[in-house]
């Protein structure tokens, strides 16, 4: 029973264009939502987060947008560049019982070609 | 000056072994976790403790003990090892509970 779902395992761009990663979410108790960035051998390091009260937050290059009718999240990366090559992870939190555990969609590799 | 480090990097094992991982973090968090990226990539939250409380438990083999000796360490035991206990271990930190997560970098764990 999978909660976060990126159905698309992996995602090639040109450099300068953007790049749209998507995520889908079951639970409706969710009101949290986050994107992790992993490099080969490292950690998820945080990339932007939004709150289910809003339907967009920006950051520089990164903007993500929830659409809570359709339980679906995205990321965009403009301009892409090549040090955005990294695998992406959705994870979202929230709920009543809310203990700060986050459920992460299984990732999607990015390349992004110079 | 790495804000949570996780050693070993690498653990290579024969089946049956007992095994520790450590995890170190020095950002001064009160909640701290680990996570299992298996075969499949997915990352599953195994346990999580707060100020040395452990609040999240979930459903992994009671082989996996997790032992907070104080805010800053938590570490992860691993009894009778398998085969298919073989994954990447990440161990994270957050100032509270699902707030800024910061992650270690992994250790790999290989049962053969």
Known sequence: ?114 | DTAVSQTPKYLVTQMGNDKSIKCEQNLGHDTMYWYKQDSKKFLKIMFSYNNKELIINETVPNRFSPKSPDKAHLNLHINSLELGDSAVYFCASSPKPGYGYTFGSGTRLTVV
């Open chain 1, 1 to 114: 029973d999978q909660q976060v779902k990126q159905n698309s395992p992996s995602l090639s761009v040109q450099e300068g264009r953007i790049s749209i990663l998507n995520c889908d979410y079951t639970n409706s108790m969710f009101d949290y939502f986050l994107w992790y960035k992993k490099y080969p051998a490292e950690g998820p390091t945080f990339l932007i987060s939004i709150s289910s009260i809003k339907d967009k937050n920006e950051d520089g290059r990164f903007t993500v947008f929830l659409n809570k009718s359709a339980k679906h999240l995205s990321l965009h990366i403009v301009p892409s560049q090549p040090g955005d090559s990294a695998v992406y992870f959705c994870a979202a939190s929230g709920g009543s019982s809310n203990t700060g555990k986050l459920i992460f969609g299984q990732g999607t590799t990015l390349q992004v070609k110079p």
